[in-house]
C-alpha cells in the first residue's frame, strides 16, 4: 500500500518535469494505475479489518477522488 500511494505522487512529479508531451502523459497514466493500485489495497483493508472503517472509508473515497482528478487531467493533455 505505501509503494503504490508514493508511486501516484512520485509519477505526478516526474509528469511535471516531463520532456515531452508523451513523457508527461505516460507518467500521468502510471500515476493514475497506482491509484487505482491504492484504491484495492485500501480496500481490502476495509474489507479484512471491519474496525479500521474510520480510518479506510476516508482513504477509499480520497483514492478515488485522486483518481478521477488524474484521468481529467489526462483526458485535457489528450
Known amino acids: 500500500?505505501?509503494?503504490?500511494?508514493?508511486s501516484v505522487g512520485a509519477n505526478y512529479i516526474e509528469a511535471n518535469e516531463k520532456l515531452g508531451d508523451k513523457d508527461f502523459l505516460f507518467r500521468a497514466k502510471?500515476?493514475?494505475?497506482?491509484?487505482?493500485e491504492s484504491k484495492y489495497w485500501v480496500r481490502l483493508l476495509h474489507d479484512l479489518n471491519p474496525k479500521l472503517n474510520d480510518f479506510s472509508l476516508p482513504?477509499?473515497?480520497?483514492?478515488?477522488?485522486?483518481?478521477k482528478?488524474?484521468?481529467?487531467?489526462?483526458?485535457?493533455?489528450s
Open 30 to 36: 502510471i500515476s493514475r494505475k497506482a491509484a487505482k
Open 59 to 67: 482513504l477509499l473515497e480520497e483514492s478515488e477522488e485522486l483518481r
Open 1 to 6: 500500500m505505501i509503494r503504490s500511494s508514493g
Open 69 to 77: 482528478i488524474l484521468s481529467a487531467i489526462i483526458s485535457k493533455s
